[in-house]
């Protein structure tokens, strides 16, 4: 398997446009995750899916974000309308549920908010 | 929620010597506790991790301790190298749904 891909790597975009992320997680893999990495928050657990539907988005900042994933390959988060504070690395990652619990994350998609 | 509370946030050591880094959680129900590694500008992976039913775990030049009853958890690297040098978070979970926690980071810096 070639790991969690997401896309694109990095985005460079004006406030109040939107940003759209992309992730494919793990072939098998029944949790995906979004987190977000900033130097001020570190590690941010957005929101988890388990079998394609959202368990926990507490961790979403607020009504700008959502995320979806309408099929077990495939989940967006979407940023509507993008701000400068939005400006982080946004990692997706995938495992099996149960007690392995490892974390398989994507390269990151670095996201720039002028 | 669980909170993880980790220190130092940086290290530095001279190659050869020893690192520990310390975690702190909050949950008591939390049972698993893993260690990534995040080299600079590369992705978090999974270099050990111990469960509750286990007080210590080792793997090569890495160790990790756990205490229950303080909630507290160690990474101990011995005879660091400067591959060594990376960002290393601790985090904590439940089994169920393996949410999981990260604490603050600790950069290690492992100087020749």
């Known amino acids: 398997d070639a790991g969690v891909i997401q896309s694109p790597r990095h985005e460079v975009t004006e406030m109040g446009q939107e940003v759209t992320l992309r992730c494919k997680p793990i072939?098998?893999?029944?949790?995906l995750f979004w987190y977000r990495q900033t130097m001020m928050r570190g590690l941010e657990l957005l929101i988890y899916?388990?079998?394609?539907?959202?368990?926990?988005d507490s961790g979403m900042p607020e009504d700008r974000f959502s995320a979806k994933m309408p099929n077990a390959s495939f989940s967006t988060l979407k940023i509507q309308p993008s701000e400068p504070r939005d400006s982080a690395v946004y990692f997706c990652?995938?495992?099996?549920?149960?007690?392995?619990?490892?974390?398989?994350f994507g390269e990151g998609s670095r996201l720039t908010v002028l | 929620g669980e909170n993880v509370e980790q220190h130092p946030s940086t290290l530095s050591v001279q190659e050869g010597d020893s690192a520990v880094i310390k975690c702190t959680y909050s949950?008591?129900?939390?049972?698993?506790f893993p260690w990534y590694k995040q080299e600079l500008g590369k992705r978090p992976q999974l270099i050990i991790d111990?469960?509750?039913?286990?007080g210590e775990k080792k793997d090569q030049r890495i160790a990790v301790t756990l205490n229950k009853t303080a909630k507290h958890f160690s990474l101990h690297i011995t005879e660091t190298q400067p591959e060594d040098s990376a960002v290393y978070f601790c985090?904590?979970?439940?089994?169920?749904?393996?949410?999981?926690?990260f604490g603050g980071g600790t950069r290690v810096l492992v100087k020749p």
């Open positions: 985090a904590a979970s439940k089994a169920a749904g393996n949410k999981l926690t």
């Open positions: 899916f388990n079998n394609n539907v959202p368990i926990d």
């Open positions: 949950d008591s129900a939390s049972n698993y």
């Open positions: 111990i469960r509750s039913n286990v």
């Open positions: 072939s098998g893999h029944d949790y």
């Open positions: 990652a995938s495992n099996h549920g149960g007690n392995t619990g490892e974390l398989f």
